[in-house]
């Protein structure tokens, strides 16, 4: 037995880390890896409200956030390469073409 | 305080401070390796909260594909070392934004959730049953989530294959 | 805890009881250096020596107490994993032949270890070194201690992945990858049969349990058809073959001399190709219960080896690739014991018992020689005998008892072979008897190149650190010792320990032990009647095509790499290439050419419905985008930052409303 709030506090420090990480890194793995941690924070999320609902769909849905997961990191890293090929560098604050 | 909280507060721990490392480490790799940290723990709380499959899909996905995908995505960008290549200049900033967004959803959680109102009782999550769900009640979605995968292996390798090699 | 074990006092039997802490100990040091190793003084070597050292007290104390108490089986396992019904367990399986496979393999390892601190000194990977040598040391003992066919194979293949990362541990040198690679294929393809071997037996138990004691049950009482048995029987020699580099697969083990010395004797004397041969004593029920044709064919690849390794160990110039054919010689011996039915197994496993202390010296002794003159080859050694004392007589003690002189341990092992031979194997008995000619004349070929004569290489050899020559001592003076636990006069012990299914104490025969000791003291005297003098040419170099047979291993690794790994290399792959070019590919086109054709209806389609109903958007979007471009910035993080500020501020709007 495990008290929610506990559960979503974790949830909750492992997202606000994902947000600093994906605002304060430049280089862009390094991003992805943070946004990683965000999608992990809301699995649990979806997890614990799952078992203190007693229904499966949150479990369900976790499973496909982590299959959403895995082609996110496969094209977000396809991106990266593709970048890294053209511009030589994947800090993603000098790859800002897409302005006025 | 149960026994089982106990172990999912230090789990959390765990995760939290190698989570904290993965955004702060000066050496890319170090960030991968520590980013394995936090989403073994992640799975351990799976564990934790009952819901086995997830958490084995956890580690076998997470840690054993993704992770993997990252620490290649490192090597083929020869990622530079050092706080200098890896943090930009709006690290102020970006912590009071974390810090407005932690402080909300606390806010928001022991708004919505008395302390000792709710609590998670270990309930099914095993494979079986979660199996029987997804191919009776969430068949449509599965498709979906299948299709989005063909989607990306196809996009990933239109994207990342050299032009010149046609 | 699933326990079935003979009724015996707790405290009486601790040793035995919790002897899976003899393999849980070298895990944990491996674990342990692979990840605080590079941060602890040393850089690592002590918590392998630590863990060896007690995990061989912990093996003296199961002997002793398995000798206390007279015998038997102690069976002692968990639940490991389910299929369906089908439930495999994991724990040890105590007996006779495990407690002194724990010891050998402790004692060696622990010599090792110690050995390789002043051995690998300086090493860049040094720490590494020694996280594959526990793990390695740690999957011999899970073979050993294995109470179930999945947890030995488990233990086996953690084997073969760890003697494929020493044998190449200076990889930097294309050879050595290339002979790691070589023995981690060669000894696969020993797997498969393996593995299949595993199955049927599996299968033979009807799907029930994997457990080594209960299918031996179903084997002995006839419960499974003779032919699955045999062919069961033939399919796991075919893993002792492999692992035991036994003919045709001995190739991978002389090249397994790329590796550093320690690891050469850890692989040689108690691990990796004691493996094999003690895997035909832990299943000898599936052996004994196959059609007797099985173990004939076991005797002849013994009788093979035996001989042709031996020939081949005459004209080698590299000091370990002597030993190397040395031990699968002697590999042979004892699988030609194990051959000869269940008074053999005993004979067979004494010579396993005696030969890993020898062999141990012998490759330390080596490994001190290369140590002193940074080469391998005794054409450029000689004289070594005053600059490297201790190494001198150490490996001449190994020596003399791998020659089989008395009373050293060779001895008397060779000689229970010899004997058990001796009654109703007349082929065998007169193959070892010429095994031993051989031997004796070999190794006395090789002291002399080595150790008498004129130094002929460069530099001063100096004797190697206490760290090294410590080992070598204390193996010397267990090579004069642990002979005698087999001894017939002192009632041999060691049968009493070893034995399948009824202890068989060997009887001493002085006629067959005259004839031994005369068989290898001709060896010796022709070997220094050759070698004891200078020479200019080496007399076993100029006997024309038998030299050049001998030099080039029989054509057999030429003949695989032609008959073999270039086929393989070349034909099939071009044959693959052509199905790819032909067939894939004309699929792939016509699925093309169908594409295009489709394709120009959609164009049609595209460029009078479509483009109109886009262009219009976009000059919608454009008009817009031309007001709202200036707060762009073009930085992504910037965007995201304005994201989350506003998820923030929409989330406290929402829950105050």
């Given at each position: 037995m495990i008290r929610l709030p506990i559960v979503l506090f974790f949830s909750a420090a492992l997202f606000s880390i994902g947000v600093y990480g994906v605002l304060a890194r430049r280089n862009g793995v390094l991003v992805l890896m943070s946004i990683e941690l965000m999608l992990n924070a809301v699995n649990i999320n979806l997890v614990a409200f799952s078992q203190a609902l007693g229904s499966l769909a949150g479990q369900v849905f976790a499973l496909f956030v982590i299959a959403v997961a895995a082609a996110e990191v496969g094209i977000g890293l396809a991106i990266v390469i593709l970048i890294y090929r053209n511009r030589e560098t994947i800090n993603i604050d000098e790859v800002n073409l897409l302005k006025w | 305080m149960t026994g089982h909280e106990y172990a999912f507060i230090l789990l959390a721990l765990i995760g939290t401070v190698a989570a904290l490392r993965v955004v702060t480490a000066r050496n890319v790799v170090h960030a991968a390796l520590y980013l394995v940290v936090t989403l073994a723990s992640v799975g351990g709380a799976y564990l934790l909260l009952a819901a086995e499959f997830v958490a084995w899909v956890q580690i076998l996905i997470y840690v054993g594909a993704i992770?993997?995908?990252?620490?290649?995505?490192?090597?083929?960008?020869?990622?530079?070392?050092?706080?200098?290549?890896?943090?930009?200049?709006?690290?102020?900033?970006?912590?009071?934004?974390?810090?407005?967004?932690?402080?909300?959803?606390?806010?928001?959680?022991?708004?919505?959730?008395?302390?000792?109102?709710?609590?998670?009782?270990?309930?099914?999550?095993?494979?079986?049953?979660?199996?029987?769900?997804?191919f009776s009640r969430y068949v449509l979605p599965f498709e979906a989530v299948s299709f989005l995968l063909l989607g990306a292996l196809i996009g990933a390798i239109v994207l990342s294959r050299r032009d010149d090699l046609t | 805890?699933?326990?079935?074990?003979?009724?015996?006092?707790?405290?009486?039997?601790?040793?035995?009881?919790?002897?899976?802490?003899?393999?849980?100990?070298?895990?944990?040091?491996?674990?342990?250096?692979?990840?605080?190793?590079?941060?602890?003084?040393?850089?690592?070597?002590?918590?392998?020596?630590?863990?060896?050292?007690?995990?061989?007290?912990?093996?003296?104390?199961?002997?002793?107490?398995?000798?206390?108490?007279?015998?038997?089986?102690?069976?002692?396992?968990?639940?490991?994993?389910?299929?369906?019904?089908?439930?495999?367990?994991?724990?040890?399986?105590?007996?006779?032949?495990?407690?002194?496979?724990?010891?050998?393999?402790?004692?060696?390892?622990?010599?090792?270890?110690?050995?390789?601190?002043?051995?690998?000194?300086?090493?860049?990977?040094?720490?590494?070194?020694?996280?594959?040598?526990?793990?390695?040391?740690?999957?011999?003992?899970?073979?050993?201690?294995?109470?179930?066919?999945?947890?030995?194979?488990?233990?086996?293949?953690?084997?073969?992945?760890?003697?494929?990362?020493?044998?190449?541990?200076?990889?930097?040198?294309?050879?050595?990858?290339?002979?790691?690679?070589?023995?981690?294929?060669?000894?696969?393809?020993?797997?498969?049969?393996?593995?299949?071997?595993?199955?049927?037996?599996?299968?033979?138990?009807?799907?029930?349990?994997?457990?080594?004691?209960?299918?031996?049950?179903?084997?002995?009482?006839?419960?499974?058809?003779?032919?699955?048995?045999?062919?069961?029987?033939?399919?796991?020699?075919?893993?002792?073959?492999?692992?035991?580099?036994?003919?045709?697969?001995?190739?991978?083990?002389?090249?397994?001399?790329?590796?550093?010395?320690?690891?050469?004797?850890?692989?040689?004397?108690?691990?990796?190709v004691a493996a094999g041969v003690y895997l035909v004593g832990r299943l000898y029920e599936v052996f004994v219960h196959a059609d007797p044709f099985v173990l004939q064919f076991v005797a002849i690849i013994a009788g093979i080896t035996m001989l042709g390794a031996a020939m081949l160990a005459i004209v080698q110039d590299?000091?370990?690739?002597?030993?190397?054919?040395?031990?699968?010689?002697?590999?042979?011996?004892?699988?030609?014991?194990?051959?000869?039915?269940?008074?053999?197994?005993?004979?067979?496993f004494f010579h396993l018992w005696t030969h890993a202390f020898f062999k141990a010296l012998l490759f330390?002794?080596?490994?001190?020689?290369?140590?002193?003159?940074?080469?391998?080859?005794?054409?450029?050694?000689?004289?070594?005998?005053?600059?490297?004392?201790?190494?001198?007589?150490?490996?001449?003690?190994?020596?003399?008892?791998?020659?089989?002189?008395?009373?050293?341990?060779?001895?008397?092992?060779?000689?229970?072979l010899i004997t058990v031979a001796s009654d109703g194997h007349p082929v065998l008995f007169v193959t070892f008897l010429v095994t031993a000619f051989l031997t004796a004349f070999y190794m006395t070929r090789g002291v002399a190149l080595t150790f008498f004569g004129d130094y002929r290489g460069h530099g001063h050899p100096h004797e190697a650190p206490v760290s090294m020559t410590g080992p070598l001592v204390a193996l010397a003076a267990a090579t004069v010792v642990v002979g005698f636990v087999g001894a017939p006069q002192l009632d041999a012990p060691f049968?009493?320990?070893?034995?399948?299914?009824?202890?068989?104490?060997?009887?001493?025969?002085?006629?067959?032990?005259?004839?031994?000791?005369?068989?290898?003291?001709?060896?010796?005297?022709?070997?220094?009647?050759?070698?004891?003098?200078?020479?200019?040419?080496?007399p076993v170099l100029q006997l024309g095509p038998v030299t050049t047979t001998l030099q080039n291993r029989y054509y057999i690794d030429r003949a695989y790499m032609s008959y073999v790994v270039l086929p393989i290399r070349d034909r099939l792959s071009s044959a693959v290439y052509w199905f790819d070019r032909n067939v894939l590919d004309g699929v792939v086109n016509g699925a093309a050419a169908f594409a295009r054709a489709l394709s120009l209806v959609v164009a049609w389609f595209d460029r009078r419905v479509i483009d109109g109903a886009v262009n219009g958007a976009a000059g919608t979007a454009g008009f817009t985008g031309g007001i709202l471009r200036y707060i762009q910035s073009g930085n992504v993080q910037r965007y995201a930052a304005f994201l989350f500020t506003g998820v923030v501020i929409l989330a406290i709007v929402v829950t105050r409303i």
């Amino acid at each position: 037995m495990i008290r929610l709030p506990i559960v979503l506090f974790f949830s909750a420090a492992l997202f606000s880390i994902g947000v600093y990480g994906v605002l304060a890194r430049r280089n862009g793995v390094l991003v992805l890896m943070s946004i990683e941690l965000m999608l992990n924070a809301v699995n649990i999320n979806l997890v614990a409200f799952s078992q203190a609902l007693g229904s499966l769909a949150g479990q369900v849905f976790a499973l496909f956030v982590i299959a959403v997961a895995a082609a996110e990191v496969g094209i977000g890293l396809a991106i990266v390469i593709l970048i890294y090929r053209n511009r030589e560098t994947i800090n993603i604050d000098e790859v800002n073409l897409l302005k006025w | 305080m149960t026994g089982h909280e106990y172990a999912f507060i230090l789990l959390a721990l765990i995760g939290t401070v190698a989570a904290l490392r993965v955004v702060t480490a000066r050496n890319v790799v170090h960030a991968a390796l520590y980013l394995v940290v936090t989403l073994a723990s992640v799975g351990g709380a799976y564990l934790l909260l009952a819901a086995e499959f997830v958490a084995w899909v956890q580690i076998l996905i997470y840690v054993g594909a993704i992770v993997i995908l990252f620490l290649f995505g490192l090597m083929l960008t020869k990622a530079p070392i050092g706080r200098e290549a890896l943090d930009n200049q709006r690290r102020g900033a970006a912590i009071v934004v974390a810090l407005a967004i932690l402080a909300g959803l606390i806010f928001l959680i022991q708004d919505a959730f008395s302390w000792d109102g709710s609590k998670i009782e270990p309930r099914t999550g095993g494979a079986a049953a979660v199996g029987e769900s997804i191919f009776s009640r969430y068949v449509l979605p599965f498709e979906a989530v299948s299709f989005l995968l063909l989607g990306a292996l196809i996009g990933a390798i239109v994207l990342s294959r050299r032009d010149d090699l046609t | 805890m699933i326990g079935q074990e003979s009724a015996a006092p707790a405290a009486a039997n601790w040793f035995v009881e919790n002897a899976w802490l003899i393999v849980l100990l070298p895990t944990v040091s491996a674990v342990l250096t692979l990840f605080i190793g590079k941060r602890t003084p040393g850089r690592g070597a002590v918590y392998g020596i630590l863990a060896i050292g007690t995990a061989f007290v912990l093996s003296v104390g199961a002997l002793w107490q398995f000798v206390q108490h007279g015998g038997g089986r102690f069976v002692k396992s968990v639940e490991w994993f389910q299929v369906g019904s089908f439930h495999v367990e994991a724990g040890q399986l105590i007996d006779g032949l495990a407690a002194v496979m724990l010891v050998v393999v402790t004692a060696i390892s622990l010599c090792v270890h110690i050995y390789s601190v002043g051995y690998m000194h300086g090493d860049q990977r040094y720490t590494w070194f020694f996280v594959v040598l526990s793990l390695f040391t740690a999957a011999m003992l899970n073979v050993v201690i294995a109470s179930n066919l999945f947890q030995l194979l488990l233990g086996w293949e953690v084997m073969g992945v760890c003697s494929y990362l020493l044998i190449g541990h200076w990889w930097e040198e294309r050879e050595n990858s290339s002979a790691a690679i070589k023995a981690f294929i060669t000894t696969r393809i020993g797997d498969v049969p393996f593995t299949f071997g595993i199955f049927a037996l599996v299968f033979a138990a009807g799907f029930e349990t994997a457990n080594i004691e209960e299918v031996g049950h179903v084997i002995a009482e006839g419960r499974a058809s003779n032919a699955l048995v045999s062919g069961a029987a033939l399919l796991l020699f075919g893993g002792t073959i492999g692992k035991s580099a036994q003919f045709p697969l001995h190739v991978w083990l002389p090249d397994a001399m790329a590796g550093p010395t320690p690891v050469s004797a850890l692989i040689h004397a108690a691990t990796m190709v004691a493996a094999g041969v003690y895997l035909v004593g832990r299943l000898y029920e599936v052996f004994v219960h196959a059609d007797p044709f099985v173990l004939q064919f076991v005797a002849i690849i013994a009788g093979i080896t035996m001989l042709g390794a031996a020939m081949l160990a005459i004209v080698q110039d590299d000091i370990k690739r002597v030993l190397a054919y040395s031990t699968i010689s002697q590999l042979a011996y004892m699988v030609a014991g194990l051959s000869m039915g269940p008074e053999g197994v005993t004979a067979g496993f004494f010579h396993l018992w005696t030969h890993a202390f020898f062999k141990a010296l012998l490759f330390l002794g080596a490994g001190a020689v290369i140590h002193a003159v940074h080469s391998n080859n005794m054409s450029e050694m000689g004289g070594l005998r005053a600059p490297l004392r201790t190494t001198f007589w150490t490996f001449l003690i190994g020596s003399l008892a791998l020659a089989g002189i008395p009373p050293l341990a060779g001895f008397w092992s060779k000689d229970e072979l010899i004997t058990v031979a001796s009654d109703g194997h007349p082929v065998l008995f007169v193959t070892f008897l010429v095994t031993a000619f051989l031997t004796a004349f070999y190794m006395t070929r090789g002291v002399a190149l080595t150790f008498f004569g004129d130094y002929r290489g460069h530099g001063h050899p100096h004797e190697a650190p206490v760290s090294m020559t410590g080992p070598l001592v204390a193996l010397a003076a267990a090579t004069v010792v642990v002979g005698f636990v087999g001894a017939p006069q002192l009632d041999a012990p060691f049968a009493q320990w070893v034995f399948f299914e009824e202890p068989h104490i060997p009887e001493f025969s002085p006629l067959v032990a005259a004839i031994a000791v005369i068989v290898a003291i001709a060896g010796i005297a022709v070997g220094w009647g050759l070698y004891g003098r200078r020479r200019e040419e080496d007399p076993v170099l100029q006997l024309g095509p038998v030299t050049t047979t001998l030099q080039n291993r029989y054509y057999i690794d030429r003949a695989y790499m032609s008959y073999v790994v270039l086929p393989i290399r070349d034909r099939l792959s071009s044959a693959v290439y052509w199905f790819d070019r032909n067939v894939l590919d004309g699929v792939v086109n016509g699925a093309a050419a169908f594409a295009r054709a489709l394709s120009l209806v959609v164009a049609w389609f595209d460029r009078r419905v479509i483009d109109g109903a886009v262009n219009g958007a976009a000059g919608t979007a454009g008009f817009t985008g031309g007001i709202l471009r200036y707060i762009q910035s073009g930085n992504v993080q910037r965007y995201a930052a304005f994201l989350f500020t506003g998820v923030v501020i929409l989330a406290i709007v929402v829950t105050r409303i």
